[in-house]
């Protein structure tokens, strides 16, 4: 979330927004990444506070095996609803910006002073606790994994999204390929992984 401008972009900071269906009421909850500009491309439900997170990197397996394609099971239940944050000293509610610290946003609280800031004025983001590492399990080809479908308390289906098959490189429109002898083009292909952890904890 660019808040309040591009410069807090190098963050591992993402926010959870929550709509009571039945009351309307909104909760707001902080989900720390792993690393800076890391992707969060999908969240499904398990229960009403716990959620499988898609986290994800941009690179491609055959030029890096560095990768990172991780789907987390996450625990809201004691992480800090911004929304219920009262203002008291250096802790206000902007109506623009949020909760802020010291006029600060969190984004840029975490990406100046660490989430060690955060968690010093009381404010905790969601437990993870990694159930996949695609890279690991199948080494992932995709730059993009991008969609999780649930299918039981032991199967996720992963969909990666292939671009149409393109990528701009230098303002140009070209093929997405995923090796470098450029023979294989990027498709959308769906991944069932089996044996996983997936209910929620009780």
């Avoid at 909760?27 to 969060?40: C, D, K, P, T």
């Avoid at 995709?142 to 969909?159: A, F, P, T």
């Amino acid at each position: 979330m660019i808040n309040p401008d591009k410069c807090v972009n190098n963050n591992t900071l993402t926010r959870i927004v929550t709509i009571n269906l039945a009351t309307g009421a909104i909760g707001q909850y902080l989900y720390q990444q792993e690393i800076a500009q890391n992707s969060n491309s999908a969240i499904v439900a398990l229960s009403n506070s716990q959620f499988l997170v898609l986290e994800r990197d941009g690179k491609f397996f055959n030029i890096d095996t560095d990768v990172m394609k991780h789907v987390y099971k996450i625990d809201i239940s004691g992480a800090t609803d911004l929304e219920t944050v009262a203002a008291q000293a250096d802790i206000a509610q902007d109506a623009a910006l949020g909760l802020t610290l010291k006029g600060k946003t969190l984004e840029q609280v975490a990406l100046s002073d660490g989430w060690e800031a955060l968690a010093a004025n009381g404010i905790i983001p969601a437990t993870k606790s990694l159930v996949l590492d695609m890279a690991a399990k199948t080494q992932y080809p995709h730059d993009k994994m991008e969609g999780l479908w649930l299918i039981d308390n032991k199967r996720l289906g992963v969909l990666n999204d292939d671009d149409f098959a393109t990528w701009s490189n230098n303002n140009t429109l070209e093929q997405k390929y995923l090796d470098s002898a450029q023979s294989d083009i990027d498709g959308n292909t769906l991944y069932i992984v089996d044996n996983l952890p997936l209910s929620a904890d009780k």
